[in-house]
């Protein structure tokens, strides 16, 4: 499945962002989607998660901040960030793991200023 991102952008801390995510095929079929993010000079990490059944999990970092969701008629999946903090600058990707096969985004940038 092919991933296309969008959305990032330059916030004031305490501001929202919504990113997209929009898949080439249908995203009930797929295992999982997911956002990960990475900032500079540290490692990928798993910032949310939702299941071809809708089942969501969220990192504790972002939990009652960030929502993930989906839109299946559309095969995209969101992130609504809220209460933006300054660490949450990074490169926002999706993910879809696609019952062992896995594809990536090509990554959305945010940065949020203090």
């Known amino acids: 499945v092919q991933l296309q991102a969008s959305g990032g952008g330059l916030v004031q801390a305490g501001g929202s962002l919504r990113l997209s995510c929009a898949a080439s095929?249908?995203?009930?079929?797929?295992?999982?989607l997911a956002w990960y993010r990475q900032a500079p000079g540290k490692q990928r990490e798993l910032v949310a998660t939702m299941t071809g059944s809708g089942d969501t999990n969220y990192a504790d970092f972002v939990k009652g901040r960030f929502t993930i969701s989906r839109d299946t008629a559309k095969n995209t999946v969101y992130l609504q960030m809220n209460s933006l903090k300054p660490e949450d600058t990074g490169v926002y990707y999706c993910?879809?793991?696609?019952?062992?096969?896995?594809?990536w985004g090509q990554g959305t940038l945010v940065t949020v200023s203090s």
């Open positions: 993910n879809a793991d696609d019952y062992g096969l896995r594809s």
């Open positions: 095929r249908s995203i009930v079929s797929i295992n999982s």
